[in-house]
Nanobody
Framework: QVRLVESGGGSVQAGGSLRLSCAAS???????????MGWLRQAPGKERERVAS???????YYSDTVKGQFTISRDNAKNTLYLQMNSLKPEDTAMYFCAAEPTRSCSAFTYWGQGTQVTVSS
């Protein structure tokens, strides 16, 4: 069973930066490298939003709300996914989830982490 564990969330002032990490276990490095990996977030009262994803070919996607602000990357040797978040704004406050999909497509995700809270104060 694939297990995803996020870390790196916390409280930061507007304009600050955070780096989220997501460690995957229960899967070999080769299999992990074939997964599409994504970061999604959900704020209270709002729909869940896919903010970034990266597929097996290294093709990235960013939502318009974070393009140019967030950077997604992966280290397949470490089975770890990252999200570098810069110039954070109060509207970036949300629970951030790491997710994995064992196909090339990033349209839906099968495995989910528990989430890590990001709070940005003005």
């Amino acid at each position: 069973q694939v297990r995803l564990v996020e870390s790196g969330g916390g409280s930061v002032q507007a304009g600050g930066s955070l780096r989220l990490s997501c460690a995957a276990s229960g899967v070999s490095g080769y299999i992990y490298s074939r997964y599409c990996m994504g970061w999604l977030r959900q704020a209270p009262g709002k729909e869940r939003e896919r903010v970034a994803s990266i597929n097996r070919d290294g093709i990235t996607y960013y939502s318009d709300t974070v393009k140019g602000q967030f950077t997604i990357s992966r280290d397949n040797a470490k089975n770890t996914l990252y999200l570098q978040m810069n110039s954070l704004k109060p509207e970036d406050t949300a629970m951030y989830f790491c997710a994995a999909e064992p196909t090339r497509s990033c349209s839906a995700f099968t495995y989910w982490g528990q989430g890590t809270q990001v709070t940005v104060s003005s």
